[in-house]
């Protein structure tokens, strides 16, 4: 079984709608990630999370909510989904504990690619 | 802030041949941590390679190595003995190994697609 999970894998959804995007590790880690993936953008970090009491804005958290339900789990919303909001949704973590930092790699989930029309 | 810039959007290699794909990076952190992944078709993130900002020697992951020159700020991807399945989007990341504001954040260049050759 996959590490990092991620669901749904594809969703289309229409403006105005909310929506949620579920992410579950079992790899323990105490640091999750959410970015999102637009072409020739590369990936752009919406929210991260050190652990289920620290949640932080990344660059472009505008739009955007998260929740934090256990240490496996890290979800992300759109309060009321817009065209622009359509992209690839990348799920990560890491380890490293509290905001101590580390040379620590990221490890992915498969995506979610979501359609707002 | 950090900036990780990728001057090429795409690049071409003979099977069996090596490759080299081009990151500079920004930042003002003295301690940071380069990463390079590897996204395919399929479009989940294959991490690479890792190389530390106070690491001595290059580093090296089989096939891979990461040719740093931390004066020119440049963390270069070579790819030896080019294989089909290496045909992919690779980004090139940074993070800040150091406490602040910013640290354990990934800051992405736009990514360089590969396509190898029979």
């Known amino acids: 079984d996959a590490d990092v999970t991620q669901t749904p894998r594809n969703r289309i959804t229409k403006t105005g709608k909310r929506i949620m995007l579920e992410c579950s590790q079992t790899k323990g880690h105490d640091r999750m990630y959410w970015y999102r993936q637009d072409p020739g953008l590369g990936l752009r970090l919406i929210y991260y999370?050190?652990?289920?009491?620290?949640?932080n804005k990344g660059e472009i958290s505008d739009g955007y909510s998260v929740s934090r339900q256990a240490q496996a789990k890290f979800s992300l919303s759109l309060e009321s989904a817009i065209p622009n909001q359509t992209a690839l949704y990348f799920c990560?973590?890491?380890?490293?504990?509290?905001?101590?930092?580390?040379?620590?790699?990221?490890?992915f989930g498969p995506g979610t690619r979501l359609t707002v029309t | 802030a950090q900036k990780i810039t990728q001057t090429q959007p795409g690049m071409f290699v003979q099977e069996k041949e090596a490759v080299t794909l081009d990151c500079t990076y920004d930042?003002?952190?003295?301690?940071?941590?380069l990463f390079w992944y590897k996204q395919p078709s399929s479009g989940e993130m294959i991490f690479l390679i890792y190389?530390?900002?106070?690491?001595?020697q290059n580093a090296t992951e089989g096939r891979y190595s990461l040719n740093f020159q931390k004066a020119r700020k440049s963390a270069n991807l070579v790819i030896s003995a080019s294989q089909l399945g290496d045909s992919a989007m690779y980004f090139c990341a940074m993070r800040p190994n150091a406490g602040g504001t910013s640290y354990g954040k990934l800051t992405f260049g736009q990514g360089t697609i590969l396509t190898v050759h029979p």
């Open positions: 190389q530390g900002s106070y690491d001595q």
């Open positions: 930042t003002s952190d003295p301690s940071y941590g």
């Open positions: 990560a973590t890491s380890e490293g504990s509290g905001r101590l930092a580390g040379v620590y790699e990221q490890y």
């Open positions: 999370s050190f652990d289920v009491k620290d949640i």
